[in-house]
Nanobody, 116 residues
Framework: QVQLAESGGGLVQAGGSLRLSCAASGSFFSFNVMGWYRQAPGKQRELVSTITRSGETNYADSVKGRFTISRGNAKNTVYLQMNSLKPEDTAVYYC???WGDGMGYWGKGTLVTVSS
């Protein structure tokens, strides 16, 4: 069983920055894909960004040029650097992984609030 621990959410003014972290633990395997999704009030959960074990990245059009996903030096850790934040980025951000055991796992989420 894989546990995903997210951190880094909070309140920031528009134009500001935050960095989210996600650390996976509890399994011998490594991840195939790790990434971030978000869900705003009244909306469906949507993809924000993903990174593969080989380093290939993918971004939603709405965050391209503002957000950067990266792997940490620690095994099975990823970061999401969010710059030029907008009020429409306000959401609960969830870490997700497609794990080496063939299963998918979700974190509990971290709230990002961007004030105008």
């Amino acid at each position: 069983q894989v546990q995903l621990a997210e951190s880094g959410g909070g309140l920031v003014q528009a134009g500001g920055s935050l960095r989210l972290s996600c650390a996976a633990s509890g399994s011998f395997f490594s991840f195939n894909v790790m990434g971030w999704y978000r869900q705003a009030p009244g909306k469906q959960r949507e993809l924000v960004s993903t990174i593969t074990r080989s380093g290939e990245t993918n971004y939603a059009d709405s965050v391209k040029g503002r957000f950067t996903i990266s792997r940490g030096n620690a095994k099975n850790t990823v970061y999401l650097q969010m710059n030029s934040l907008k009020p429409e980025d306000t959401a609960v951000y969830y870490c997700n992984t497609d794990w080496g055991d063939g299963m998918g796992y979700w974190g509990k989420g971290t709230l990002v609030t961007v004030s105008s």
